[in-house]
């Protein structure tokens, strides 16, 4: 793969990682829009537990995709 090829892919990760965040900071936001008007506790809750599950799911992307990067640039070189 050339160097070009290489920038390629990084750039086209990092587009996708800035994605991923921007993506879970909109779900968090309307979310506790959501939030301001429900005065079932419960409700609060699984909003809470449905934001963790969010932020998870988007942190074990983040990380496979960083391992995934590592593995294709070992045999790049």
Not at 13 to 18: E, L, R, T
Request: glycine share 2%; aromatic share 6%.
């Amino acid at each position: 793969m050339t160097s070009e090829e290489l920038e390629l892919v990084n750039l086209t990760n990092q587009q996708y990682k800035a994605l991923l965040v921007m993506q879970g900071k909109a779900y968090k936001k309307v979310l506790n829009l959501y939030k301001d008007y429900i005065s079932d506790l419960e409700k609060i809750k699984m909003i809470n537990q449905n934001m963790a599950v969010i932020d998870a799911t988007i942190l074990t992307e983040l990380e496979d995709m960083k391992k995934h990067n590592k593995l294709l640039l070992k045999s790049c070189k």
